[in-house]
Structure formats: C-alpha cells, structure tokens
C-alpha cells in the first residue's frame, strides 16, 4: 500500500544514467517545450510506454481473432484521438509509431503558447502556474495538464486575471499572433515553431567595387624626393655643425690705435723743441 503521504512515483527513470545521446535529446526537447526539468519527459515516455505496450498485446490479440482485443483496441485509438495524439481512423500501427513529442505536444503549457497567450514557452509556465490561464472559465494552475480535443478552444485568460486588458505589457500583441502559424500537427512532427523571437537573418552586404591602384612611380621619380629632403637636412644642419665643433673666431682686424685726444693725455716735448 505505502504510505498516503508519500504517492509512488508514476514514471520510469532511464536505465543507464549517463548516455550523451539521451541526455542531448532531453535537453533539446527541455529548451522547445520550456520544461522545468527532465522528470516531465520521464512522464511522458512512461504513458507513451504504456499505450506502446498495450498496441503490442493487442496485435497479438486481434490475430488470434479474440473480440475482446477489437474493443479494447477501439476504446485505445477514441482515448488518443480524443486527446488529439493521433487522427481519426488510425490503427494500432499508428500507436506504435508515435514519440514522446506526441505527449508533449498535449501539455496545456505548449498548446497556450501555440494558441498565442504568451510570446514564449518559459512565459506560458509562468502564467500558468500564476493562474492566468483558464480552460471554459475554470482555472487550471498546472502546466503539464493533458488538453481534449474539445478543450483546446476553451482556453482563455482567468476572469479576474489582469492579463484581460488589451493594454498590458505582458500580453502577446496583435502582430505576434498573426505570424504564430505553427499548429499542433507541426509540433507533433517535430518542426520548431517560427515565431517573431528569432532574430531576423541578416543579409550579406554587396561586394565592393574595386577601387583603382595609382599608377606606381618609376624608381628616378622615387629617388628625387628623397635626395631633395637629404639635401635639406644638410642645409639645415650645417650651420649648427660649424658652431659646435668650431672654436671661437679669432680677432682678424686690430682694433685701431686711439688718438691722444681720446686718451685725454698731452704730446710730451722733444728734445730738440723750445
């Protein structure tokens, strides 16, 4: 019996823990459909496990002609078009071939998205276990809630949820809705849903044109420049050369003799003189 207040687990943990195949599919389908984690696919795979194994042991049923295999077979094919994992008129053939996407693909939190209640996967979460979301006016706080055919367009915003005005900034506009045109049938196919989040792709800019090179100079015209600014440079520091290395200039000229009468001084008599 176990304890009531703690429920045995309803799924089926992988075998063999560490296999990269298995983990880089987990992840990826984390990222699509925005689960919290990888025990929501784990539930997924053990329902899609169990209709799995049910379509076996009725295949084997039905050819022993058992009428008992052909209602339960009926009654499997109305609970999965039902629920919208498979078409009308489909076999147990067609159980056998579907994948854990087809569960996935019924969660309210994808089909809310897919409905344009919210720009993002993560968002629809989000608004979910807020309880913005409502299926035919019943609040539904629960994100992995499987969707009926029939509920699919009953779902709405809550009544007194304030996501109802047209003007909040949280609401998806007009715009993203009309370019959301993937369906359930798309996902359940496994194609990523285009929506306006991505990124426009960027167009490669047009090539240049080739500018044309100046005709090259022939080597007289190259060298004439040269030997004009080395000539300069000469010029230049010549003088500045001479000044440095060269000692002072010697008087070339006597200053001339001063006369008496800049001395101030008198001419002395001769000998000979009166």
């Known amino acids: 019996m176990g304890k009531p207040k703690?429920?045995?687990?309803k799924y089926d943990t992988p075998n063999h823990p560490w296999k990269e195949e298995r983990i880089k599919?987990?992840?990826?389908?984390?990222?699509?459909?925005?689960?919290?984690n990888k025990r929501e696919i784990w539930k997924a795979a053990t329902a899609l496990r169990k209709y799995r194994g049910q379509a076996r042991e009725l295949l084997a049923k039905t050819a022993a002609e058992d009428p008992q295999a052909k209602k339960e077979t009926g009654q499997l094919i109305s609970h999965l078009t039902r629920y919208s994992i498979l078409p009308?008129?489909?076999?147990?053939?067609?159980v056998l071939a579907l994948e854990t996407e087809s569960i996935l693909a019924r969660r309210l939190q994808t089909i809310s998205y897919l409905k344009g209640f919210a720009s993002t996967p993560h968002q629809a979460r989000q608004l979910i276990c807020h309880g913005h979301i409502a299926i035919d006016g019943?609040?539904?706080?629960?994100?992995?809630?499987?969707?009926?055919?029939?509920?699919?367009?009953k779902i709405e915003y809550a009544i007194d949820s304030p996501l109802n005005d047209v003007a909040h900034p949280a609401r998806p506009t007009g715009e993203f809705?009309?370019?959301?045109?993937?369906?359930?049938?798309?996902?359940q196919q496994g194609k990523e849903p285009e929506t306006s989040a991505?990124?426009?792709?960027?167009?490669?800019?047009?090539?240049?044109?080739?500018?044309?090179?100046p005709e090259e100079k022939t080597v007289e015209?190259?060298?004439?420049?040269?030997?004009?600014?080395?000539?300069?440079?000469?010029?230049?520091?010549?003088?500045?050369?001479?000044?440095?290395?060269q000692p002072p200039a010697e008087k070339t000229a006597k200053e001339p003799e001063k006369t008496n009468e800049e001395t101030g001084k008198k001419d002395e008599p001769t000998e000979g003189g009166n």
Request: aromatic fraction near 4%.
């Open 138 to 153: 019943n609040r539904i706080t629960v994100p992995g809630y499987r969707v009926t055919k029939d509920e699919e367009g």
């Open 6 to 9: 703690f429920s045995r687990k």
């Open 177 to 187: 809705k009309s370019k959301l045109t993937v369906t359930t049938a798309e996902v």
């Open 88 to 94: 009308l008129n489909s076999t147990l053939d067609d």
């Open 198 to 213: 991505k990124p426009p792709v960027k167009q490669p800019a047009p090539p240049k044109k080739p500018t044309q090179k």
């Open 25 to 36: 599919a987990e992840n990826e389908l984390i990222k699509k459909y925005g689960l919290k």
């Open 221 to 245: 015209e190259k060298k004439e420049p040269e030997t004009k600014v080395a000539e300069q440079k000469n010029v230049e520091d010549a003088p500045a050369e001479k000044t440095e290395n």
